[in-house]
Nanobody, 127 residues
Framework: QVQLVESGGGLVQAGGSLRLSCAASVRTFGDYRMGWFRQAPGKEREFVTAISRSGTSTKYADSVKGRFTISRDNAKNTVSLQMDSLKPEDTAIYYC????????????????????WGQGTQVTVSS
């Protein structure tokens, strides 16, 4: 049973920063592609960023490019999301997702590729 637990959400003023973390209870974390998605009130869940199994390749939504940074530590079974220059439109519940993909290494922006999801952590950016 794969469990993903996010942490680090909270309330921040516009222009501020937050760092989200996701801890995965898996045997070999390096076998999983990882991603972050978010869902704002009244909107559909959307892709934010993803990282390859090794951490050498990343992908970002245009809306966060240059402001958010994804990283992973395969020795600690964690993936992190550094969010800088936050805007009110970044307000959402942020979800960590994992895809067991032994043969697929490149990061994926497709929700359908991910098998496991965390419970989400709330990020609120005030103007």
């Amino acid at each position: 049973q794969v469990q993903l637990v996010e942490s680090g959400g909270g309330l921040v003023q516009a222009g501020g920063s937050l760092r989200l973390s996701c801890a995965a209870s898996v045997r070999t974390f390096g076998d999983y592609r990882m991603g972050w998605f978010r869902q704002a009130p009244g909107k559909e869940r959307e892709f934010v960023t993803a990282i390859s199994r090794s951490g050498t390749s990343t992908k970002y939504a245009d809306s966060v490019k240059g402001r958010f940074t994804i990283s992973r530590d395969n020795a600690k079974n964690t993936v992190s999301l550094q969010m800088d220059s936050l805007k009110p439109e970044d307000t959402a519940i942020y979800y960590c997702a994992a895809d067991y993909s032994y043969y697929r290494s490149r990061p994926s922006a497709s929700m359908g590729d991910y098998d496991y999801w965390g419970q989400g952590t709330q990020v609120t950016v005030s103007s």
